[in-house]
């Protein structure tokens, strides 16, 4: 228990939210998945996301995103290309259907 006690006040210092979410889920233990979001028309990134669990994706909580490539329009979430890929509500952002496609890989 010292051991990640000391391990997690050392991550605490990183500002990087990559590294806060990685070692919070590790010590949680639990399943959680690294997935890259890209536009369906022209396969640019648009998000990288922790997700938890199993299921579809329906909603991206903004505290997860890990890197955001998208265009905040008002309140759509647009790619580079003009794709429209979701709204934007408070705290997370509602994914428009067949409009994106997911890759990632199982941690
Ligand atoms: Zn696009």
Do not use: A, P
Request: charged share 35%; with cysteine; proline share 0%.
């Amino acid at each position: 228990m010292l051991l990640c006690e000391s391990i997690t006040k050392k991550e605490k210092k990183k500002k990087k939210i990559e590294y806060r979410y990685i070692f919070f889920l590790f010590f949680k233990k639990r399943r959680f998945y690294m997935l890259v979001i890209k536009c369906q028309k022209c396969k640019r990134k648009i998000f990288k996301y922790v997700k938890i669990g199993k299921g579809k994706l329906w909603r991206c909580w903004k505290d997860r995103i890990i890197e955001d490539f998208s265009i905040h329009d008002g309140k759509n979430i647009k790619c580079i290309c003009g794709n429209l890929i979701g709204f934007d509500e408070e705290k997370c952002i509602k994914l428009k259907q067949h409009s994106f496609i997911t890759s990632g890989v199982k941690t």
